[in-house]
């Protein structure tokens, strides 16, 4: 029906972004239950903003539907959260002495690939058992400057969407002022 207000929204387990931070939540709890003490308060955050992460793709898909006002905000909160677990996985390497991989490695680059590749947060946990902690962390760190860019590029998508189609105000008053013929 074209005369609709509020659309149906986003699927946004098919969202490329909503599957690349499943992807960073699962290995990222994987990673503190394995490196971090749960008494440590870095375990719980990093856990949380992952979660954030996940769960405002979410949340902003789905409110999307009605107001692009609030997609913006959630799925920019997300990315935010995002990039906060980003410098805690930075932290964690910086603190230890860790290697940051360079970002032209090899190691980034087939990191990059796989995280093209597959968007199967077991086949990531799965590498993640068999590697030190090292690994791990930059292997993230990689994964979440994909979600990076893809979220980025869904927040591009709602604001040229609502530059085309307007607001759910608009929305209203053109469906309103159709059915009383004027």
């Not at 680059?109 to 930059?138: I, W």
């Not at 709602?158 to 013929?181: D, H, L, N, Q």
Request: aromatic share 10%.
């Amino acid at each position: 029906m074209a005369d609709r207000i509020i659309s149906q929204g986003n699927n946004y387990e098919t969202l490329l972004s909503y599957k690349k931070a499943v992807v960073i939540y699962d290995l990222t709890y994987h990673f503190c239950s394995r490196f971090i003490d749960k008494r440590d308060r870095t375990y719980d955050q990093m856990i949380q903003a992952a979660r954030s992460g996940k769960q405002n793709i979410v949340e902003g898909a789905v409110d999307g539907a009605s107001s692009c006002e609030m997609a913006l905000k959630l799925i920019n909160v997300s990315r935010g959260s995002l990039r906060e677990l980003h410098e805690d996985y930075k932290d964690y390497l910086r603190v230890r002495g860790l290697q940051l991989w360079g970002a032209d490695s090899e190691e980034v680059a087939a990191m990059r690939k796989l995280g093209v590749a597959s968007d199967d947060p077991n086949y990531f946990v799965g590498l993640a058992q068999t590697r030190s902690d090292e690994v791990v962390a930059n292997m993230a760190i990689v994964l979440l400057c994909q979600a990076d860019t893809l979220i980025k590029k869904y927040l591009d998508y709602i604001e040229e969407k609502f530059r085309k189609e307007g607001g759910i105000k608009e929305k209203m008053y053109a469906v309103r002022t159709k059915e009383r013929g004027y």
